[in-house]
């Protein structure tokens, strides 16, 4: 084994840190400067704000978009299974199939649970008083 030199990395490395640290003075030096009152009002098209910006969003969208992170990462793992399928062999092939039955049983677990469930039954008392109340 040859020990591979690490200059081009460390060259690399102090070039990125001059570039960025560079780029942030221009902008800093070279940059307008507002101090108007509406310099920091938020707006979206040219439309000025009518009322909060807080809204009220259900944990169910939350919990979705974490479902739907967390199984299509797995999509990702079984692409890159099947692009290598002749090459793993059955050994790859029950892995596979032990890595599908562990997210199925996931699934069957939050289905079970209700996680997927969008009615309002199985709230239960306090998700009564939150739908009642408004933001909690």
Known sequence: MSA???WPFAVYCVAVIVLT????SVSYLLGQRHQEAETGEPYESGIRPTGPAHLCLSVKFYMVAMF????DLE?????AW??????VGWTGYV???VFLGSLLAVLAYLWRLGALDWSTERLGSR??????GGCA
């Open 68 to 71: 739907f992170v967390i199984f």
């Open 21 to 24: 640290a560079g780029m942030i």
């Open 4 to 6: 591979t030199p690490l």
């Open 95 to 97: 892995e596979m199939l």
């Open 75 to 79: 999509s990702v793992f079984i692409f």
């Open 127 to 132: 998700g009564e008083r939150r739908r009642k």
């Open 82 to 87: 099947a692009v290598s399928m002749r090459q």
